[in-house]
C-alpha cells in the first residue's frame, strides 16, 4: 500500500472470513448495510466504500445476504436521504467478443 492509502485508511480488519473492512479508526459503527446478490452468478468481490470506510466482499455466493456495520453519514442541511437508489440490473459476464451476457 503505498504511504497516501494507509494515511487515508489507516486501520483494516476482517470483518467476517470473507468481508474486509478498510478505514479509520474502529470504533462503534451506528447503522446497518444489507447486501444482497440477487442474482445466479457468484461474485467474485464487491467492493463498497461509503464517506469513511471500504469494504471488500469476496465471493459473494448467488442468494447470499452480507450484512455490514458501518458510520452513518451525517446528513447535510436539506437533504432528504443517506443514501443513493438501489443499483439494480443484471450481473454482466464478459463472453467472448468482450459484451455482456446476461
Known amino acids: 500500500m503505498d504511504q ?15 468481508v ?15 447486501v444482497t446478490n440477487d442474482s445466479m452468478h457468484r461474485l467474485t468481490y464487491l467492493l463498497i466504500e461509503t464517506y469513511r470506510d471500504k469494504f471488500v466482499l469476496f465471493d459473494v455466493e448467488p442468494r447470499a445476504v452480507v450484512t455490514l456495520q458501518l458510520h452513518r453519514p451525517a446528513l447535510s442541511r436539506g437533504a ?10 443484471c450481473c454482466c459476464v464478459a463472453g467472448r467478443g468482450g459484451g455482456c451476457q446476461r
Not at 497516501?4 to 470473507?18: G, I, K
Not at 474486509?20 to 444489507?34: K, M, P, S, Y
Open 80 to 89: 432528504v436521504s443517506r443514501f443513493g437508489k438501489p443499483v439494480r440490473g
Open 20 to 34: 474486509l473492512r478498510i478505514g479509520q479508526v474502529e470504533d462503534a459503527a451506528d447503522d446497518t448495510l444489507r
Open 4 to 18: 497516501d492509502f494507509t494515511v487515508l485508511y489507516p486501520m483494516s480488519s476482517w470483518a467476517s472470513e470473507s
